[in-house]
């Protein structure tokens, strides 16, 4: 079945410093990918949705200057988190859409969990 | 508030039947979908329905729909410990997808 993977699985950095999320669709091109952030019992944030080609589009209240994305194939999205404090410490999980298949369902990334100290 | 909601937390013993509801907001939904997150994961996708249907199973599994009253549920039969989780219901409607909150299912032995 279709894949999505994301990397790294989890990072630990300092403040002040920028980190980057890979997330990559392995058998199918993927358009358009998603990005959530996911805060303790709590439920899925939509941040972003991520267009293959040209400038994402950010949900109301995400910084587009604090959470960079670059969506430059239709296999690959990344989210770069810049200069990073710790209250951007989340669970961030990106999602694609196989456009291909029946339904297109949205398949998820593992996640990764970021702590900023 | 969420657009999706569902109840937070429901504790079965093993072997019984785990019910877990949904209640969603637009009508124009295309599919709805349940998620299982397990610890430290990503969402797994479980199983979807079409806005038409009103009953899908596959295996242990049973989605009921009632469109009128915009509710969702899944059951899930003879529960197993592994079937410990977070189940998400999701809504989607032109590549927009929203989430419940999801529900912690415990399963005790």
């Known amino acids: 079945g279709a894949v999505v993977s994301q990397h790294p699985s989890w990072v630990i950095c300092k403040s002040g410093t920028s980190v980057k999320i890979e997330c990559r669709s392995l058998?199918?091109?993927?358009?358009?990918m998603f990005w959530y952030r996911q805060f303790p019992k709590q439920s899925l944030m939509l941040m972003a949705t991520?267009?293959?080609?040209?400038?994402?589009?950010?949900e109301q209240g995400v910084e587009k200057d604090k959470f960079l994305i670059n969506h430059a194939s239709l296999t690959l999205s990344t989210l770069t988190v810049t200069s990073a404090h710790p209250e951007d410490s989340s669970f961030y999980i990106c999602s694609a859409s196989d456009p291909s298949s029946y339904n297109s369902p949205l398949h998820f990334g593992n996640g990764t969990r970021l702590t900023v100290t | 508030g969420e657009d999706v909601e569902q109840s937070l937390f429901l504790s079965v013993r093993e072997g019984d039947s785990s019910v877990i509801n949904c209640t969603y907001t637009?009508?124009?939904?295309?599919?709805l979908y349940w998620y299982k997150q397990e610890p430290g994961a990503g969402l797994q996708l479980l199983t979807y329905i079409f806005s038409n249907m009103d009953m899908k199973q596959d295996q242990r599994l049973t989605v009921l729909l009632n469109k009128k009253d915009k509710h969702l549920s899944l059951r899930i039969a003879d529960t197993q410990t592994g079937d410990s989780a977070i189940y998400f219901c999701?809504?989607?409607?032109?590549?927009?997808?929203?989430f419940g909150a999801g529900t912690r299912l415990t399963v005790k032995p």
């Open positions: 999701a809504e989607t409607h032109n590549n927009d997808m929203r």
């Open positions: 991520s267009n293959e080609g040209s400038k994402a589009t950010y």
């Open positions: 637009d009508s124009s939904s295309t599919y």
């Open positions: 058998d199918f091109q993927a358009t358009t």
